[in-house]
């Protein structure tokens, strides 16, 4: 059985991203280390928290992760994150607050500790910016070889972005931490706005959680409708609110949800493209390509398996 990480700026669809970690038989969810993006990072670490006992689940310790990127002295929520997940980031749904602390253990130290506990049956899970990893990876390089796969929420290869017409949010935060991840040996899996705007959920879904009459099925109706309703205004053409996190937990766990391209790729820090996923032309004519972009994703395998293990674990 696989041990993942996920390392979240818990948010909504990091939330869902929870919920589905913690209902996928395939892998054992051992911690969380929380990032900052849709909310500081300290109210990420809270809703991490708090959504977890929510679910029942205790047991998963969460970590504090880097407050902000490398090269900036503080970090401020964009207003369009606030729009999108609620200042609070949990769509404004107020959660009852959890009887525990998050961990002394820095975050950063956590994801370098269970690379070498668990090595190759180790997947980390980064659903926000790549802070946290790319520390991770500067503090002790060894890691990089260690881990067996890193499935990532990031990026946008051949559809535009979702921040700026060529950058996707998570990517945006930090492009210099992004870029080192990109570039270094690392396993990698990119689950960029290629797949996650294909993968959609409407007012028909939470609908069948409400009607579970379960506290957590009615939190997380209250909280996916905030999103549901913000993505009406802010992507009208698509219809529903974009699974992005939780579809990057399901394709590491289960590959073939996703096709995708071998490539080597990079990640621009300069303007007028800082922040833009695109491949390596350095790397070009290398033999090994060190990541895998989803270009494609069965859309309906995913969305049944989704509500099929989200309304099981909301029933309890
Ligand atoms: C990504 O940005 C965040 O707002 C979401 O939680 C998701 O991880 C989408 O671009
Ligand atoms: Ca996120």
Redesign the pocket.
């Known amino acids: 059985k696989y041990k993942m990480i996920l390392d ?7 939330a869902l ?1 929870i919920a589905y970690a913690l209902a996928t038989p395939e892998s054992e969810l051992i911690g969380i280390v929380s990032s900052y ?2 909310v500081l990072v300290e109210r990420a670490a809270q809703n991490s928290l708090n959504l977890l006992e929510l679910l029942g689940h205790k047991e998963v310790p969460v970590f504090t992760g880097l407050s902000h990127s490398s090269t900036t002295s503080h970090f401020e929520v964009m207003p369009i ?1 606030a729009q ?2 609620g200042v609070n980031g949990v769509g404004e749904v107020a959660l009852k607050k959890a009887s525990r602390p998050v961990e002394k253990m820095n975050g950063v130290d956590f994801l370098i500790e269970s690379a070498h506990t668990y090595k190759k049956d180790l997947i980390i899970v980064p ?2 910016p790549l802070t946290n990893l790319a520390a991770a990876i500067n503090k002790d390089p060894s890691i990089v070889d260690l881990i067996g796969n890193v499935t990532l ?2 990026g946008a290869l051949t559809v535009p972005g ?2 700026t017409p060529v950058t ?3 990517i945006n935060q930090d492009p210099i931490a992004a870029n080192q991840v990109f570039r270094s040996n690392l396993n990698l899996t990119m689950v960029g ?1 290629d797949v ?1 705007t294909r993968t959609l959920l409407t007012t028909n879904e939470t609908s069948t959680w409400r009607a579970l009459a379960t506290t957590a099925g009615e939190k997380y109706a209250d909280i996916v409708d905030y999103y549901i309703e913000a993505y009406k205004v802010t992507s009208p053409h698509l219809g529903g609110c ?1 699974l ?2 939780p579809l ?1 937990v399901a394709v590491a766990v289960e590959p073939s949800l996703v096709s995708t391209l071998d490539l080597n790729m990079k990640v621009d820090t300069k303007a007028p493209f800082a922040g833009r996923t695109i491949g390596d032309e350095t790397r070009i004519n290398l033999p090994a390509t060190h990541t895998k972009v989803a270009v494609n994703v069965n859309t309906q395998k995913f969305l049944a398996e989704f509500m099929q293990s989200l309304t099981q674990l909301f029933s309890k």
Do not use: K
Request: aromatic letters at 0%; zero cysteines; hydrophobic letters at 35%.
């Open positions: 979240l700026d818990t948010g909504i669809d990091d991203a993006g849709n994150s999108i997940h659903t926000g929420m990031g979702n921040v996707e949010a998570n706005l996650t974009a992005h996190d990057a």
